[in-house]
């Protein structure tokens, strides 16, 4: 007797929400969240705000220097103000975790990579805000910049590069790390420590060598000399890093080092997301 084979039923697969959609519903919904506590937008905004319209003027006068000491402590507080912007931001994703809709999203028929996106997107957006708000406060109060258009954009890729990198390490702590207290406990030493190392207040030249190195090593280093490059025209940081005489090259090799920062830390905190969301 000749037995038919019947096929095999074929499994239903979830309808997938359009990525687009998906990014574009998930970044309104952290916006919306952001929004109703709006210290996490301004309270960040408050200490580079200080350096730049206090301190940096008060550092002038106090080493006898010239304002373009003043505009090169005003760059250096961008430093400063991205990193904190990122990993502040990595907070409200631990609140997601433990008592907010996180789980419901990850039942949802979207990739859960999607989730870290959004995340960023709205960390970006908010740093964006924040470091317009800081230049146009340096304007104000007097500090010049000497941006062409070229510079304005080297600016924006090193600070949109820097922002994205550091998102990516306040993602994965919060994936590894289960409490508030402690991922707050750990902040500082990975968004304020490296700032002081940077060159954000004195060349990296004037750091015993073995400090330089280090920073020679930090994205944060290459961020402030390519941002003081763009806009302020001053290709010291750059040369204090690689030695070279062509600016343009420099900063083109600091930007690929950010840029590789940024892309193997980001599939670093999509690893770590998703073998959190698995727990």
């Known amino acids: 007797m000749t037995t038919i084979a019947q096929p095999l039923p074929l ?3 979830l309808p997938t929400t359009p990525t687009l959609s998906a990014i574009a519903t998930l970044v309104r919904r952290r916006l919306q969240l952001t929004l109703r506590t709006p210290r996490e937008l301004f309270v960040p905004l408050l200490t580079p705000i200080l350096f730049a319209l206090v301190i940096a003027p008060a550092l002038r006068e106090a080493l006898h220097t010239g304002a373009s000491y003043e505009a090169y402590v005003a760059l250096g507080t961008v430093g400063l103000l991205i990193p904190l912007n990122a990993m502040l931001s990595g907070i409200g994703v631990i609140v997601d975790r433990d008592s907010g809709a996180q789980r419901e999203l990850l039942a949802a028929p979207i990739p859960r990579p999607l989730l870290v996106v959004a995340n960023l997107v709205v960390a970006l ?7 317009v708000t800081l230049i146009a406060a340096a304007l104000a109060r007097g500090i010049a910049f000497d ?3 070229s510079g304005v954009l080297w600016f924006g890729a090193a600070a949109l590069l820097l922002g994205i990198a550091m998102y990516a390490v306040a993602e994965t702590l919060a994936a590894r790390v289960p409490r508030q207290e402690e991922y707050i406990g750990r902040l500082p030493a990975i968004a304020i420590v490296p700032w002081f190392l940077a060159g954000s207040l004195f060349p990296i030249g004037a750091m015993p060598a073995w400090l330089t190195f280090i920073a020679k090593l930090l994205p944060l280093t290459h ?5 003081r ?21 420099m900063a083109a090799l600091s930007v690929a080092v ?11 905190a999509v690893r770590s997301f998703a073998r959190a969301a698995i727990k």
């Open 125 to 131: 957006t908010i740093g964006a805000l924040q470091v």
């Open 229 to 249: 490059y763009g806009l302020l025209g001053d290709s010291s940081g750059l040369h204090g890093i690689w030695g070279m005489t062509d600016p343009t090259a």
């Open 11 to 13: 499994r239903r697969r």
């Open 258 to 268: 950010i840029g590789a920062f940024a892309v193997a830390l980001s599939a670093l």
């Open 147 to 149: 941006a062409s258009g």
């Open 223 to 227: 961020a402030l000399a390519v941002m």
